[in-house]
C-alpha cells in the first residue's frame, strides 16, 4: 500500500471513529451534570417508572418508598412498612412489584397500596433476599437472589447457601436458572431479546439471549465490571452503577462515566415524561439528569 494510500485509510477510520464519539457524545446535553433532588434519605435504590413516567424507589434502611413526580418535581412518600424493599419494577397493570428481603418476599403493591405476597420462598425454603427483577412480556419475572445478612433481620437462617438467578412464571412457579458469586442488578429488554446480570463480588456483568418463557441461552461476559444496579437506553447501550454511572455499548465497549457526588450509586432507571431523564439512585439522595435518549422496552 503507497503513502496515499495509507493516508486514505487512516483519515477514514479517524472519520468514523469521531462519528462514534459525536453520537455517544449526543447522548446527553452539554455540560449537564446530575441535579439534585432530596437528601432526605439513608439509602436509596430500586428505582421503578410507572405509566405515567413517575419514579418510584426505595429508602431501604427506613422501610420505606417514596416517588417522584415529574409534573412537579418533588418526592412524595408512596408507602411505610414495605417488607424493607429493594429493587421495585413496575407490572403491566401498573402494580410495584418489590423484593422484599425482610422475610426473602417478593411482594405487589397496588397503586391503592394494596399489599399481596408473591412469593415467601423456593422449594419450601426462605430465600436469602431477593434484590432486583425484572418482568418480561409474559409476565414473568427474572429476580437475583445474593445474600446480605441484614441487620433487621431476625431469627434468620441461611436455608439455601448458593446464591441464584430464578425465573418465576405468571402462574407463580419459581425455577432456579443459574449460580453466582453475589447476584445483584438486573435488566432485560423485550425488544432486543436480552437480559443482563451483574455478579458483584466477582466485578462482572453478564449476557443471556432470551430465548423463551424463563429459558435462557449460555451466559456471556459483558464487561468486566459489577453492578449494584442497571438500565438500559434505546440504543442498547447499557448503564451500570457503582462509583457514578458508567455507560456501556452494546459490545460492551466503556463510552461514558457520569460522576454523582456521593459515596456509592446504587442503582439507575429512565423517567419522566418522555422517558429521557435518567433517574439515579445515591446514597443519601436522588438526582435526575436531562439526556438525549431514553429507556428501551
Given at each position: 500500500m503507497n503513502n496515499g494510500k495509507v493516508l486514505s485509510f487512516i483519515g477514514l477510520v479517524l472519520v468514523l471513529f469521531s462519528c462514534q464519539s459525536t453520537?455517544?457524545?449526543?447522548?446527553?446535553?452539554?455540560?449537564?451534570?446530575?441535579?439534585?433532588?432530596?437528601?432526605?434519605?439513608?439509602?436509596?435504590?430500586g428505582p421503578a417508572t410507572d405509566k405515567s413516567g413517575n419514579v418510584y424507589f426505595t429508602d431501604q434502611p427506613n422501610d420505606k418508598i417514596y416517588f417522584w413526580d415529574w409534573k412537579t418535581d418533588k418526592i412524595e412518600l408512596f408507602l411505610d412498612k414495605t417488607g424493607r424493599a429493594n429493587g421495585t419494577f413496575f407490572d403491566k397493570n401498573d402494580n410495584l412489584i418489590t423484593c422484599s428481603d425482610n422475610k426473602g418476599e417478593i411482594w405487589k403493591i397496588g397503586k391503592d397500596k394494596s399489599v399481596e405476597i408473591l412469593s415467601k420462598g423456593f422449594e419450601g425454603k426462605r430465600l436469602n433476599g431477593p434484590n432486583d427483577l425484572w418482568i418480561d412480556e409474559l409476565g414473568g419475572m427474572y429476580f437475583t437472589d445474593p445474600l446480605y445478612n441484614r441487620e433487621y433481620w431476625t431469627d434468620f437462617k441461611v436455608e439455601i447457601p448458593e446464591k441464584h438467578l430464578y425465573y418465576r412464571n405468571k402462574n407463580g412457579k419459581i425455577s432456579r436458572l443459574e449460580k453466582?458469586?453475589?447476584?445483584?442488578?438486573?435488566?432485560?429488554?423485550?425488544?432486543?431479546?436480552?437480559?443482563?446480570v451483574s455478579d458483584i463480588d466477582?466485578?462482572?456483568?453478564?449476557?443471556?439471549?432470551?430465548l423463551g418463557e424463563g429459558k435462557l441461552s449460555e451466559k456471556k461476559l459483558f464487561c468486566e465490571m459489577g453492578s449494584d444496579g442497571m438500565t438500559l437506553d434505546e440504543q442498547g447501550n447499557l448503564?451500570?452503577?457503582?462509583?457514578?454511572?458508567?455507560?456501556?455499548?452494546?459490545k460492551g465497549e466503556k463510552i461514558?462515566?457520569?460522576?454523582?457526588?456521593?459515596?456509592?450509586?446504587?442503582?439507575?432507571?429512565?423517567?419522566?415524561?418522555?422517558?429521557?431523564?435518567?433517574?439515579?439512585?445515591?446514597?443519601?439522595?436522588?438526582?435526575?439528569?436531562?439526556?438525549?435518549?431514553?429507556?428501551?422496552?
Open positions: 453520537k455517544y457524545k449526543n447522548m446527553f446535553k452539554e455540560n449537564a451534570e446530575p441535579k439534585l433532588i432530596s437528601n432526605q434519605f439513608s439509602f436509596t435504590e453466582f458469586v453475589q447476584p445483584n442488578g438486573i435488566i432485560g429488554s423485550q425488544i432486543l431479546k436480552k437480559l443482563y466477582a466485578n462482572k456483568t453478564y449476557v443471556y439471549d432470551i448503564y451500570l452503577t457503582g462509583d457514578g454511572v458508567t455507560v456501556f455499548n452494546r461514558h462515566h457520569i460522576k454523582v457526588p456521593e459515596k456509592w450509586t446504587a442503582n439507575v432507571t429512565f423517567g419522566g415524561e418522555k422517558n429521557n431523564i435518567l433517574f439515579i439512585t445515591a446514597s443519601n439522595s436522588v438526582y435526575t439528569l436531562e439526556t438525549n435518549t431514553k429507556g428501551i422496552k
